[in-house]
């Protein structure tokens, strides 16, 4: 078995074409993945998005199969080689991966093959693959940010969450393309429901990856909308913590809204792995960590939600308002309160004090990033920067202190309104994004439904059970801060009443 650290694309950012070859050894892509055994368990049902059908793309579930594993009637190293296939088959059309790390990966699938059939597994997510999204170091392949200026940075190292991930037995296959330091400039990747769309960003590879079957799960990060968006439009479970609420170390990610969160094929999937990080490497410095049980925790139907429009609602699109409307009637039907601006005082304010959220979020986010981009500007090519982040520079260099302050402040006054809910309510719920994926490369969608649990640093999920004209579209359900395990809880509740969830059974 040779060693195969293959990059899906040139070094000018460009994907490989058919034939891709692997780097450094030159085999081609196809000899890289090909089976090394005649040996085939059979393959168990790719998990079907809405309106699936034999052409689309469908999720490939993890924990669901921990009792095949058990048992031996399947294995992780079988699993992987399923991954494998699909990778084969997508990766030169989708552009998830900036590089994989097939060789490494077998080799671990097939520790965690061994620690299975003992029954031994270290974590219920021994041998799962899973993609890290590449602004998070790992010791075993480049650290590039979607950015000119680290191609082939190699770090020393590997950031908490994968450490933490490696620990349980998870297999870390490769890194997945992100746009230009997490912010807004894309880097290539295609929506692998139709490859003319964006995936969304700035977690593009990461969902992308998921939701055609590449990988059960994968690391993102948010600080806008960077999980939620790219979920709902892939087809995927998205999940973004609570502040603090996964350890970030070793990740080029330090805005004060940001997170590392967890896209997944099912709750199940999206959970475990994000519990068996925290578990082993706890949240960020100074705050409690993600926590609850190991495994997803049990499913219970709202008594009580509020449906926030936000500053979206104009922008959505006529699919998209019609099948939340339809969520609520359904959930109505089964005995859940549904409850709006109209009708309730404090879900008014709450509307009217996320109504700015998307300006103040941009303001507070262009001072952070201040440092490193004037490092950048600098010391470095200008020229390499995009002209989105030459754009925030220049925004943070008309900044003062004193303005970054006051934003802090407005937004620390818009999470105390937002927490008066947390009696009345056991979540909200809203679109996770204004419709189905916008055509076009340039852009990686609009984050108007996102940026508000952004400011508010609560945990939130995407949920793929809408639609708007044959692509998905998630709900997006909010919860409250270090309310994580109860969002999940409320979450599954919700997936069990909703008419789709029969194609997305989370149990």
Not at 241 to 267: E, K, M, W, Y
Not at 424 to 447: K, Q
Request: glycine fraction near 10%; include cysteine.
């Amino acid at each position: 078995m040779h060693s195969c650290l293959w990059s899906p694309r040139r070094p000018d950012g460009a994907l490989h074409g058919g034939g891709a070859h692997c780097d450094p050894c030159h085999r081609a892509l196809s000899h890289c993945v090909a089976h090394e055994s005649d040996v085939r368990i059979a393959e168990e049902a790719i998990m079907p998005s809405p309106q699936h059908t034999a052409s689309t793309p469908g999720v490939r579930p993890y924990i669901a199969q921990a009792g095949a594993f058990a048992t031996g009637n399947d294995s992780p190293r079988a699993f992987l080689e399923r991954c494998l296939d699909v990778i084969t088959a997508r990766e030169g059309s989708v552009g998830a991966f900036v590089n994989l790390h097939i060789a490494g990966a077998r080799v671990a699938a097939d520790a965690a093959t061994a620690r299975w059939q003992a029954g031994t597994p270290l974590s219920p997510i021994d041998g799962m693959p899973v993609g890290i999204k590449d602004i998070m170091e790992t010791a075993d392949m480049p650290t590039e940010q979607g950015s000119p200026l680290f191609v082939g940075w190699q770090g020393q190292r590997d950031c908490a969450a994968v450490a933490a991930l490696r620990e349980a037995g998870a297999v870390i296959l490769g890194k997945t393309v992100t746009t230009e330091f997490a912010a807004a400039h894309p880097a290539g990747t295609r929506n692998p429901w139709d490859l003319a769309r964006t995936p969304g960003g700035s977690s593009s590879g990461s969902a992308a990856a998921v939701g055609c079957g590449m990988l059960p799960a994968a690391l993102g990060s948010q600080v806008v909308g960077s999980i939620i968006r790219p979920a709902s439009f892939c087809g995927c479970v998205g999940f973004k913590p609570s502040v603090g609420g996964i350890n970030r170390s070793g990740s080029f990610d330090h805005f004060s809204q940001s997170c590392t969160g967890v896209l997944g094929a099912t709750l199940a999937d999206t959970w475990t792995v994000a519990r068996a990080i925290t578990l082993r490497a706890g949240g960020d410095p100074g705050y409690r960590g993600l926590s609850g049980p190991i495994a997803l925790p049990v499913a219970r139907l709202p008594r009580c939600l509020a449906l926030l429009e936000t500053a979206g609602w104009p922008e959505a699109s006529a699919a998209a308002k019609q099948s939340l409307t339809a969520a609520r009637q359904q959930l109505q039907a089964a005995g859940t309160t549904v409850i709006d601006r109209t009708t309730h005082a404090a879900v008014a304010a709450v509307e009217t004090a996320i109504a700015e959220a998307r300006a103040l979020s941009m303001a507070i986010n262009a001072w952070e990033g201040r440092w490193p981009l004037n490092t950048y500007a600098v010391d470095r090519d200008r020229s390499q920067l995009s002209s989105s982040a030459q754009a925030r520079l220049a925004q943070a260099q008309q900044m003062t202190q004193a303005q970054y302050q006051d934003l802090l402040s407005e937004r620390q006054r818009i999470r105390g309104v937002y927490s008066a809910l947390h009696s009345l309510y056991d979540a909200c719920i809203t679109l996770a994004a204004p419709g189905a994926a916008p055509v076009g490369l340039e852009s990686t969608g609009n984050p108007v439904f996102t940026v508000p649990t952004s400011l508010l640093g609560v945990p939130s999920l995407a949920l793929p059970v809408f639609e708007d004209s044959g692509l998905p579209l998630g709900l997006q359900v909010i919860g409250f801060t270090d309310q994580d395990a109860e969002l999940f809880a409320v979450a599954g509740g919700i997936l069990s009443v909703l008419e789709n969830v029969d194609v997305f059974d989370q149990a």
